[in-house]
């Protein structure tokens, strides 16, 4: 059986990422979604195989969890 990776989608709550977050789930891959906050956008992006994970992206230290 073939595991298939995880995608980290640093802009997923943007227009570009947020096409990107969706779409790969369909393709059967798995989307952590890397978000700034926790407002409107990252709710529209519910959905199975997409995990949202707030957090600053300018400092990998504080995104060790978004990178496991």
């Given at each position: 059986?073939?595991?298939?990776?995880?995608?980290?989608?640093?802009?997923?709550?943007?227009?570009?990422?947020?096409?990107?977050?969706?779409?790969?789930?369909?393709?059967?891959?798995?989307?952590?979604?890397?978000?700034?906050?926790?407002?409107?956008?990252p709710?529209?992006?519910?959905?199975?195989?997409?995990?949202?994970?707030?957090?600053?992206?300018?400092?990998?230290?504080?995104?060790?969890?978004?990178?496991?």
């Open positions: 059986m073939t595991v298939k990776p995880t995608i980290l989608d640093s802009g997923a709550a943007g227009s570009t990422g947020s096409v990107a977050a969706k779409s790969l789930p369909v393709k059967g891959l798995r989307v952590r979604a890397l978000v700034h906050e926790r407002d409107e956008r709710e529209k992006l519910k959905a199975p195989g997409i995990e949202i994970v707030v957090s600053v992206a300018e400092f990998v230290e504080r995104n060790r969890d978004a990178f496991k």
